[in-house]
């Protein structure tokens, strides 16, 4: 621990005892939102290591003598203290800034970006669940962000296809997901089919062309995406790059997202993939980031 941390923790020390609690402890969290409950309290929902998102009642934060009030915006880092009180509700008890991401307050595409994320963690997150990976996910990602001058929407593309993929829906892209046969063996079936060499008589569909089956959570071969297309099942189209820039957003860190080229016709193709892949398994409706932010 450092000593700043220690001094921020020692004071925690300090302020807990005089309140005369029966049960209290101190954690390093992210606000994810807040909204109000009662005259002057608040319900703030904020994710942790130790104990995942959980909701607190923050009290007499709505006063303008609050000293909490400015630290528990969301997008802050924050260190803590909790209290059960009665019905085993709990309580904030007091709130030290650690990281408040201030290039990110400055900026409306960044605010945008991190509006998207919340969101999407305070609707697919349960509470309670202890989580220590999702919370550093998070943390790094908002560091990231706030280090960086540039603004993708590919951000958010990579971003939700993590954060599904911790929340157990990690799209499956090394063989089909109903026959099983492996990704090298689609990807020269495509190859083959696409070639000049392929007689000018045959058809666009001729083409061994391969998609995603998204009740089945991954790519489909040919043969089998024409047979859910069939009965009626919801599949996308899609080629070798997409599939291949869908595992590269999964697999790697933001530094190297935020360097990945892809124009403007071959990131829309990926996006949507995203994009449906998110409707499909949140169930919800979400704005399309794509629309709304800008991509370089």
Known sequence: MQWRDLALYLRFLGSLRSLGMTWCMCMYGIVLSRHDFRESDQIISILTAEKGKQEYIARGVKKIVSKNTAH?????????????????????????????FFSIRASLSKLHIVGYCLDALVSTIKDGEEDSDMYFFVLDFLRFLNATEEVRSLFLDGFFIQLFSRLGYTPILDACVVCKKSYKDIGSEYLRSSQPSVPSTMSQNAIQHLGFYFAGGGIACATCLRTKQTIGEQTLLCGLKEINSLAFLLRSGWNDILTY??????????????????????????????????HD
């Open 261 to 294: 080229s892809l124009d403007m016709e071959e990131y829309g193709k990926v996006h949507r993939l995203i994009y449906e892949f998110v409707l499909y398994h949140s169930e919800q409706t979400w704005d399309d980031w794509g629309r709304l932010i800008s």
């Open 72 to 100: 528990l915006e969301p997008c802050s880092l924050v260190l803590f203290g909790i209290a059960e009180g009665k019905q085993g509700i709990s309580y904030l008890t007091n709130v030290q800034p650690v990281e408040q």
